[in-house]
């Protein structure tokens, strides 16, 4: 290193000096230091257990504070009220099963629906980016007035079908920056 002022680091300095410090680093210094780094790593993933464990220990002290005091309210209600909220519970369980066969069902129903979507989505996607003519198309090629090349698909279809769609026209405001963002939007499904 310069030998000017130990204050002022030279980088080139510096690039000079790595490589002498790095041979002198030997194996059993490099080795001490991955151990460092390895008993480090291992302690802030102790640390880490230890604060999810307290947090566990909490929670589940809360979860039983909640149900001594559901109990206590049981416990304040005359038999037949307490018969009563047994009906209760077991009526809501019928309905949580219920609800997740529901769920399960209208899951099926929908994945039945994608499949058979899917194809529409490919034709449309065709048509919307020019992939494929459609019955009735001319071959007469129609030049893009703006940019000088042949018009393909149905330009700016996506940006058009957003600012018409009534649902979104009240939920969502697209100003100009999207626009020209959404001029480029190839395919939804």
Same mark, same amino acid.
């Given at each position: 290193?310069?030998? *000017?002022?130990? *204050?002022?680091?030279?980088?080139? *300095?510096?690039?000079?000096?790595?490589p002498?410090?790095?041979?002198?680093?030997?194996?059993?210094d490099?080795?001490g230091?991955?151990?460092?780094?390895?008993?480090?790593?291992?302690?802030?993933f102790?640390?880490?257990?230890?604060?999810?464990?307290?947090?566990?220990?909490?929670?589940?002290?809360?979860?039983?504070?909640?149900?001594?005091?559901?109990?206590?309210?049981?416990?304040?209600?005359?038999?037949?009220?307490?018969?009563?909220v047994?009906v209760?519970?077991?009526?809501?369980?019928?309905? *949580?099963?219920?609800?997740?066969?529901?769920?399960e069902?209208?899951?099926a129903?929908?994945?039945?629906?994608?499949?058979?979507?899917?194809?529409?989505?490919?034709?449309?996607?065709?048509?919307?980016?020019?992939?494929?003519?459609v019955?009735?198309e001319?071959n007469?090629?129609?030049?893009d007035?703006?940019?000088?090349?042949?018009?393909k698909?149905?330009?700016?279809?996506?940006?058009?079908?957003?600012?018409?769609?009534?649902?979104?026209?009240?939920?969502?405001?697209?100003?100009?920056?999207?626009?020209?963002?959404?001029?480029y939007?190839?395919?939804?499904?």
């Amino acid at each position: 290193m310069s030998n *000017d002022n130990a *204050d002022n680091l030279n980088a080139s *300095d510096l690039g000079a000096a790595l490589p002498a410090a790095a041979a002198a680093l030997i194996a059993e210094d490099r080795a001490g230091l991955v151990n460092a780094l390895k008993a480090k790593a291992v302690l802030k993933f102790l640390a880490l257990i230890a604060y999810h464990f307290i947090d566990i220990v909490l929670t589940m002290n809360k979860l039983q504070n909640l149900a001594g005091q559901h109990a206590d309210v049981l416990e304040t209600l005359s038999p037949n009220v307490r018969t009563r909220v047994e009906v209760l519970r077991e009526i809501q369980s019928k309905h *949580d099963e219920l609800e997740k066969k529901f769920f399960e069902e209208r899951a099926a129903l929908e994945a039945k629906y994608q499949n058979l979507y899917e194809p529409l989505y490919t034709k449309r996607y065709e048509i919307v980016n020019g992939v494929i003519k459609v019955e009735g198309e001319t071959n007469e090629a129609v030049m893009d007035e703006d940019k000088g090349v042949e018009e393909k698909g149905v330009p700016d279809f996506w940006l058009t079908a957003m600012k018409t769609n009534d649902i979104l026209a009240e939920e969502v405001q697209i100003s100009e920056r999207d626009e020209g963002a959404l001029k480029y939007l190839k395919d939804i499904k």
